[in-house]
């Protein structure tokens, strides 16, 4: 459920202790002295590091340094309601993710402070990452090698209770760490991931939340891998629907259905490509199985490029699988760089793979383009990781009275506008907009002016029923690509 992060680098952090500042101290409009001036992409900012206990109700536990970023609206001043920008994988950093586009951030939260927290084992401060495979043979045919898997999770365990990395336990650094912000009320933004951190921040504190945008929603009672491969197909079908109604698309390709079942036949065959390694600088040639096919297609689905997909299998029927196969390269180097493993695995093997419905979920997935292949990967690398135990109402619906914008990508392949329409049900001040062309975060519109507007509007009146929503079918929405 990831995207890729920018870096960052913290001119000025200092360690707030609990014991070291009471509380007290922090009044609302004022800054605190623990948040230095900084600079963050050329933007004005504060930065500092705050230190939370690893495991909260054992005394004297080891202690995390997290790193707190804010962007400033006004730098003589806090805003009186900061947008708290939530990132997703789950493993990636706030400070460094969502500080791709802190312009755009501040722009859309119209004059109100952005404040990055990273989330405990991400950054770098105390990022629990594995080491990348060393060649891109390494990374075709799995997600997980159980050796490499192995020998990380014995490095991380020496500086870490790998257990501790669940959502709660997340939820309550924020809760501590808004305790020492100086403001009164926050509206929570989560991306991916970072909507289920969203919900459970405001489940634990909800005086606290004016207002959440979730966008690309993963519910607390999500079980994944159980839908992967059958929504990877309901995406890859709306990608042909749409280029069947498009007159340039199926002029090009008047048999997307077709192609993308030669390009599957074909793979299963036997096939390879020739790629470029941006981790190794070199090119070389790759196996290319039906997996590596589907996770591929899966990966460009979640963002603009599902306008190549036509073109890219044409391509692969003809045997020609070097675009699927750089993009699951580029992909996956980048997950390596930005994905804290031991937060992902701690997230989804105490949250997730323990709620699974293996028989059904391998019965829906057996007939799919993808098969039982995340199924497979996610539960032997579960069978490795120490599992921790998230509170016994955690999968329990949401019910906060908080106003709700929920976003949803209409070809979405991880959290498809049922995920959205599941959460909302418990909500009792939310609505959800389906991006018709759009993603996994992403609307699919040539600007980003309409979700600009949307979430701006949102913003200001913290009211989910008077939103411009024209926009969403109007705005021009990008073209399918019908060349290289």
Not at 283 to 307: E, K, Q
Not at 355 to 376: I, K, M, N, S
């Amino acid at each position: 459920m990831a995207r890729a992060a920018a870096g960052i680098t913290l001119l000025f952090a200092v360690v707030a202790t609990a014991c070291g500042r009471s509380e007290a101290e922090v009044v609302p409009g004022i800054w605190p002295s623990w948040l230095r001036e900084c600079t963050h992409a050329n933007m004005p900012a504060r930065c500092g590091t705050v230190e939370v206990p690893e495991s909260p109700s054992a005394p004297g536990s080891r202690r995390l340094p997290i790193r707190v970023v804010v962007l400033v609206a006004r730098p003589d001043r806090p805003t009186d309601d900061p947008v708290v920008a939530l990132v997703g994988g789950p493993g990636q950093a706030a400070t460094e993710s969502a500080g791709q586009s802190p312009q755009r951030l501040q722009a859309y939260g119209q004059i109100r402070d952005v404040v990055l927290i990273d989330q405990r084992g991400t950054g770098e401060a105390h990022g629990l990452h594995c080491p990348p495979p060393a060649s891109a043979t390494d990374l075709m045919g799995r997600v997980f090698d159980p050796a490499r898997l192995t020998s990380c999770r014995d490095e991380l365990a020496a500086r870490a209770d790998l257990t501790k990395y669940t959502t709660s336990l997340a939820a309550g650094d924020y809760a501590r760490i808004l305790d020492r912000l100086p403001y009164r009320q926050v509206n929570l933004w989560g991306v991916s991931y970072g909507t289920r951190l969203a919900l459970e921040i405001a489940r634990r504190t909800p005086d606290r939340v004016r207002a959440m945008i979730l966008d690309a929603v993963v519910p607390t009672d999500f079980t994944w891998p159980t839908t992967a491969a059958t929504d990877l197909d309901a995406g890859l079908d709306a990608v042909a629907g749409d280029c069947a109604r498009d007159p340039q698309c199926s002029a090009a390709f008047p048999d997307v259905g077709g192609d993308i079942a030669a390009a599957f036949a074909g793979v299963r065959l036997g096939a390879s490509a020739v790629v470029p390694d941006p981790a190794t600088g070199t090119t070389g040639r790759v196996p290319f199985g039906a997996s590596d096919l589907a996770y591929a297609a899966r990966g460009l689905l979640y963002n603009n490029g599902a306008w190549s997909l036509p073109l890219f299998f044409r391509e692969a029927r003809r045997g020609q699988y070097e675009a699927f196969a750089e993009a699951y390269v580029n992909r996956a180097r980048t997950l390596d760089r930005t994905i804290a493993r031991g937060v992902h695995l701690g997230v989804y093997c105490a949250e997730d793979l323990p709620f699974v419905d293996w028989t059904r979920a391998e019965a829906a997935a057996a007939p799919t383009r993808l098969g039982t292949y995340l199924l497979d990967e996610y539960r032997r690398a579960c069978e490795i990781w120490p599992r921790g135990t998230p509170p016994a109402d955690f999968r329990a619906p949401i019910t906060v009275n908080v106003p709700t914008l929920l976003l949803s990508g209409r070809r979405d392949p991880v959290t498809p506008p049922w995920t959205a329409e599941q959460v909302v049900r418990t909500l009792s001040r939310a609505r959800v907009v389906v991006w018709p062309f759009g993603g996994h975060g992403v609307d699919g519109l040539v600007s980003a002016d309409c979700r600009g507007r949307l979430v701006a509007e949102f913003l200001r009146t913290a009211d989910p029923d008077q939103l411009p929503l024209a926009c969403t079918t109007q705005d021009p929405v990008r073209s399918f690509w019908l060349s290289r």
